[in-house]
């Protein structure tokens, strides 16, 4: 992995996993099926004009020469609930032929685990296929708002949107409160990033509590270069080199006890999925590892680099051993310190 966000120590753990995966999902084994005359449809859980949006479309320009029977690639929205509407139906609803599959949201799949909302999907049932990215959440504030670092954020209010509840946008500011005793305010009935950011930018909301860094430079580079939007804190356990560079603390150095850093791990955990792709659960093994392995030829191919870099964003391959290894690793969690991180992610 290229920027090296997550710890060598940390991959180690997932050789094995990824040694029981590949002969699991019968990653020797030929398929002779083929998607000739057949369409494919990605669902993004969020809304058009959105990054899973972008990058939902752009490995659907793609994947599908490096599918059998070069089919057919269209992309679907369905958002809902952070992720939770898509998820349930992938559970549920999706063929169960690898004509479907999705792009959730990176937090969807931690659901259960960091509230206690009712969902309808088993995340270790899924069959994972990647991520495109790995990117660093942030923590910023519209140039007019008059709050210029991290120690700002602990002493003065700030309102954010959400998209729903059992979302990023709604849990990362909570725990935010809970955890570290910032001052945010969250304010719901927004369907997606693009929605919240043109609300931050007619002032009925003063910045971001878990857009990324990578998604700021490509959606609003302009954002950037006008100093519209000013970073104060990064939301991952280790920082954006560019981030950091600019000397933008991140959330664990605030953290002052081995709880709270605990806290953070689980609240933050799911930042390493990113960008993640995932088959409906039931698919023939055979199945799940021809779509592994055009997702990964995709995502490698160097006509879609370029395509995402011409638009200012990136794209790095992240194994589905690696996806499914941070699952476990959060599911594995002390229950004790998850109900009190479910505490806090839901605000109460």
């Known amino acids: 992995m290229s920027r090296g966000y997550w710890p060598k120590a940390l991959a180690i753990l997932f050789v094995a996993a990824a040694v029981a995966s590949a002969s699991a999902t019968g990653a020797g084994a030929q398929d002779n099926w ?3 005359n057949r369409t494919i ?6 809304t058009a004009g959105g990054g899973y949006d972008f990058y939902s479309r752009l490995l659907a320009r793609h994947i599908g020469r ?3 029977g070069n089919p057919t690639v269209v992309v679907k929205n369905m958002p809902g609930a952070g992720g939770v509407v898509l998820a349930n139906y992938l559970q549920g609803r999706a063929a169960r032929d690898g004509t479907e599959f999705a792009a959730l949201e990176h937090g969807t799949a931690f659901t259960s685990l960091l509230t206690r909302a009712q969902v309808d999907f088993d995340p270790a049932k899924f069959g994972w296929l990647g991520s495109m990215e790995q990117f660093t959440p942030i923590a910023a504030v519209w140039h007019t708002v008059p709050i210029y670092s991290a120690d700002d954020l602990l002493v003065k209010p700030m309102t954010v949107g959400t998209s729903g509840a059992g979302s990023t946008t709604s849990g990362y500011p909570h725990s935010l409160n809970a955890i570290l005793g910032t001052k945010m305010r969250v304010i719901a009935g927004y369907p997606g990033s693009a929605e919240i950011n043109l609300a931050i930018e ?11 860094w990578t998604c700021l430079k490509g959606q609003k580079p302009h954002w950037v270069t006008e100093k519209k939007l000013r970073v104060v804190m990064q939301l ?4 954006d080199p560019e981030l950091t560079k600019m000397n933008i603390p991140t959330v664990f150095e605030r953290a002052k006890t081995d709880e709270q850093r605990q ?3 689980i609240v933050f955990g799911s930042v390493a999925l990113s960008r993640p792709y995932v088959a409906p659960p039931g698919l023939p093994p055979e199945r799940l590892a021809l779509l592994r392995r ?3 030829a995709a995502v490698r191919d160097p006509a879609l680099v370029a395509d995402a870099n011409s638009k200012n964003f990136v794209v790095e391959f992240i194994p589905a051993e690696f996806v499914e290894g941070i699952v476990r690793k959060a599911f594995a969690a002390n229950p004790a310190l998850i109900e009190k991180v479910r505490a ?5």
């Open 41 to 46: 449809t990605i669902y993004s859980a969020g």
């Open 344 to 348: 806090a992610y839901s605000g109460k």
């Open 202 to 212: 007619r002032g009925e909301l003063d910045g971001v509590a878990s857009w990324c």
């Open 236 to 239: 991952a356990p280790v920082g």
């Open 294 to 296: 055009g997702f990964e």
């Open 66 to 68: 490096h599918l059998p």
């Open 263 to 265: 806290m953070l791990n």
């Open 34 to 36: 083929s998607f000739k």
